[in-house]
């Protein structure tokens, strides 16, 4: 490795004084300069460009084992242990921040809907049970808010939609591209929090009219809605802290590329078998 250093920073120090700094030899190092580089050497040099190529297009947010699957999907053959030892020492870690914040459950506040879900996440199909909630994204121009439905089974975004103001029109706009894009049967599980929005009277009607079932979760606890706020740890680890938006318009194209171009499409899910949600719910419909 300190040979390696040398020869990557001989353009930019004198290689003696490397040497020295590193107490090496300079004909120890030239040795190994002029020594044949091994097939081993080879392959994990070029496997490195590989790896940082995944680390890149996932939004630098894989680890380990979601880097060695998707190496696997475009036939690059390695090992697991393999790409851990070469992200590590190429310094590649994935950029994570905080998880959601737990707050103290309150069991003495009757909701609006019943919680029928129980902590319960699973669907035996798409279309019987959608979680939902909503979020702020900062922007230099003011706050940006951020509505969500996800279908349970698959994970995947099915409506979304922001606003500059937290009314119950970006509410509304989420569950109607939802209600247009899946077209689902009476009696799909419409699951969120207590929030005013969701339990606004307009709102719920228009779940009745749909022949959607309302359940929320018990106020201020968000485990209770535990795969919506898992996917706004996501968004906010994988893009949002680690970006400065100009405007509400900059963060609104950035927000629709990361759920439509990677998340729903891109991103592969420890809980899908490491697939991604578009490619799951393809392989278990079909």
Same mark, same amino acid.
């Given at each position: 490795?300190?040979?390696?250093?040398?020869?990557?920073?001989?353009?930019?120090?004198?290689?003696?004084?490397?040497?020295?700094?590193?107490?090496?030899?300079?004909?120890?190092?030239?040795?190994?300069?002029?020594?044949?580089?091994?097939?081993?050497?080879?392959?994990?040099?070029?496997?490195?460009?590989?790896?940082?190529?995944?680390?890149?297009?996932?939004?630098?947010?894989?680890?380990?084992? #979601?880097?060695?699957?998707?190496?696997?999907?475009?036939?690059?053959?390695?090992?697991?242990?393999?790409?851990?030892?070469?992200?590590?020492?190429?310094?590649?870690?994935?950029?994570?921040?905080?998880? @959601?914040?737990?707050?103290?459950?309150?069991?003495?506040?009757?909701?609006?809907?019943?919680?029928? %879900?129980?902590?319960?996440?699973?669907?035996?199909?798409?279309?019987?049970?959608?979680?939902?909630?909503?979020?702020?994204?900062?922007?230099?121009?003011? @706050?940006?808010?951020?509505?969500?439905?996800?279908?349970?089974?698959?994970?995947?975004?099915?409506?979304?939609?922001?606003?500059?103001?937290?009314?119950?029109?970006?509410?509304?706009?989420?569950?109607?591209?939802?209600?247009?894009?899946?077209?689902?049967?009476?009696?799909?599980?419409?699951?969120?929090?207590?929030?005013?929005?969701?339990?606004?009277?307009?709102?719920?009607?228009?779940?009745?009219?749909?022949?959607?079932?309302?359940?929320?979760?018990? #106020?201020?606890?968000?485990?209770?809605?535990?795969?919506?706020?898992?996917?706004?740890?996501? %968004? #906010?680890?994988?893009?949002?802290?680690?970006?400065?938006?100009?405007?509400?318009?900059?963060?609104?194209?950035?927000?629709?590329?990361?759920?439509?171009?990677?998340?729903?499409?891109?991103?592969?899910?420890?809980? %899908?078998?490491?697939?991604?949600?578009?490619?799951?719910?393809? #392989?278990?419909?079909?």
């Amino acid at each position: 490795m300190k040979y390696a250093f040398i020869r990557e920073y001989q353009n930019e120090f004198r290689v003696a004084r490397m040497c020295a700094v590193l107490r090496v030899s300079r004909s120890g190092y030239y040795d190994w300069v002029d020594r044949p580089e091994s097939r081993r050497v080879r392959e994990d040099r070029e496997l490195l460009v590989h790896i940082r190529q995944v680390h890149l297009e996932s939004r630098r947010a894989y680890g380990t084992v #979601k880097t060695w699957r998707e190496l696997r999907e475009r036939s690059v053959a390695c090992g697991k242990h393999r790409v851990a030892r070469l992200r590590k020492q190429d310094g590649i870690q994935a950029q994570r921040r905080c998880r @959601f914040r737990i707050t103290v459950a309150n069991q003495h506040t009757t909701p609006p809907a019943p919680n029928l %879900l129980q902590r319960q996440f699973v669907a035996p199909a798409p279309n019987r049970i959608w979680v939902g909630d909503m979020t702020f994204i900062r922007t230099r121009t003011g @706050f940006l808010y951020l509505a969500v439905l996800l279908d349970l089974f698959a994970r995947n975004v099915v409506g979304w939609a922001m606003h500059e103001r937290p009314n119950l029109e970006v509410a509304m706009r989420a569950l109607e591209m939802a209600l247009a894009r899946r077209q689902p049967s009476p009696g799909l599980v419409h699951h969120t929090d207590q929030g005013p929005l969701y339990s606004a009277r307009d709102y719920l009607e228009r779940l009745h009219t749909s022949g959607l079932v309302p359940s929320m979760s018990r #106020k201020g606890d968000c485990l209770d809605n535990a795969v919506a706020e898992s996917f706004f740890s996501n %968004l #906010k680890n994988e893009l949002v802290h680690h970006c400065v938006f100009v405007s509400r318009e900059a963060a609104r194209t950035a927000i629709f590329d990361y759920i439509e171009v990677f998340y729903n499409r891109q991103r592969r899910h420890q809980t %899908l078998d490491y697939l991604t949600p578009a490619q799951f719910e393809q #392989k278990m419909v079909a």
